[in-house]
């Protein structure tokens, strides 16, 4: 077996420990919640750190609740307990049926939305759908809390806008309006997706009024297209003539890349048929 | 580190190092060596234990994680006069693995799913299992397996 390089872990009780510790450790430490992408990462001496600081320990980072039409969900509740809570499936159905398809039974049963999100791996499912929903990520750290907005978030491939103090303590998540509609799917061969398209749209009778489309996986980071965007408003018979621009657009932006996921034509090709298939599945 | 544990029903103190995985102190300190451990990314589920009945990846999972906890692995499943577990009698007669090799690591999957969901449709199988990969079978006899074992609990419930 691999073994892991030796580390020491800490138990911070509140966000203001654990951000004081990373403070004081630098680059010597990193936050520790399920482990299931630092511990790979560790275990192939990709990163070394001398000091983790387990989130878990902190408690009721993992909560997940329904406050002013928003879902609240603490940076350590896992994939597991997302697709699982209650609150979740019933306020905002999309997000828990996303959360089935992440990984495997494993990972998602020790995996959190904050690794997730912070560790910022190019092919995760929830960046991508919590863009189009326009949620924000709530932070903390030595220089008090922040809201940044999903798609500021993410700013590379394992690059966030976080600075080296501060935790995600929770995702905030608009709930969809009665006219407001969003599907998310995703296309994968291996253990990480090829391709996830999320799409967001807010109606007005029968027409489109506003559309949001973000696709990931596909290149570093979820991307949408303000050009796309518009495209996909207007009357229903409008939009399914237009769709086929808007993926155009939307590729040109995603501007996909060749990896072991899938080559870039192949992705180019997977927009269209998975904006498609998300404009009708939206809309059923 | 010192950890206490329940393991297989039975209380343990185990002292280790954080780095230790869980897959390390099984195999290596305790000498339980039914949890295999072949990929060690979180990928193939050779090393599947439950920790409190929520599968995990033993080979990337530190043992410091266990702490306080119930854990169950291969060895625990048979009864106290021997009987194999049903979902084990049921890999043998639907002839479910041939090196064996995933065999453990198959056999607590489908124990957190049954369960869960003493019922599970073939759709909820294949869903459950989709990250436990096995190079031989071609899952077919580990899909009629787990159905078998479902049927064969049902039964045991009932007497
Ligand atoms: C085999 C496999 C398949 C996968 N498939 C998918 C998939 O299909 N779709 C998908 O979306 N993802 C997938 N993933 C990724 C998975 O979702 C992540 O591994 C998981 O959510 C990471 O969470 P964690 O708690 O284990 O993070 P950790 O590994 O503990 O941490 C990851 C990073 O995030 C930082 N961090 C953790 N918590 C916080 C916090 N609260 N604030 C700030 N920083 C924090 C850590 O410092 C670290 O840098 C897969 C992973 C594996 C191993
Ligand atoms: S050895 Fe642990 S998942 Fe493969
Ligand atoms: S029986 Fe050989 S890997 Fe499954």
Known sequence: MMPLRKFSIHQPSTVAEASQMLAQ?????????????????????????????????????????????????????????????????????????METKVANIRVRACGTLGGNLCFAEPHSDPATLLTALGAKAHVQGKAGVRAIAMDKLITGAYETSLAGDELLVGVEIPVLAKNQRAAYLKFQLKERPTLGLALFLELDGDNIKKASAVVGSVSVSPTQSEQANRLLTGTRAQVEKQIGDAAEALANAADPVDDTEGGADYKRHLIGVFLRRAFVKALA | MNLQFTLNGKPWSVDCEPADTLAEVLRNQLNLNGTKVSCEVQVCGACTVLVDNLPVSACTYLAYEARGKNLLTVEGLEKADGTLHPIQQAFIDDFAFQ??????????????????????????????????????????PIVAAIQRAAGMIAKEKKQ
Not at chain 1, 79 to 96: F, G, T
Not at chain 2, 101 to 126: F, Q, V
């Open chain 1, 25 to 97: 450790y630098g680059e010597k430490g990193r936050l520790y919640a399920g482990g299931t992408e630092l511990l790979l990462a560790m275990k192939h001496d990709l990163l070394r750190y001398e000091h983790l600081v387990d989130v878990k320990t902190i408690p009721d980072l993992n909560r997940i609740e329904l406050k002013n039409g928003a879902l609240m969900i603490g940076g350590s509740a896992t994939h597991r307990a997302i697709e699982r809570s209650a609150i979740v499936k019933q306020s905002l159905p999309v997000l828990a049926e």
């Open chain 2, 99 to 140: 090196c064996g090799y995933c065999t453990p690591g198959m056999i607590m999957a489908a124990k957190s799913l049954l369960d869960e969901n003493p019922n599970p449709s073939r759709e909820e199988i294949i869903h459950h299992m989709d990250g436990n990969i096995c190079r031989c079978t071609g899952y077919v």
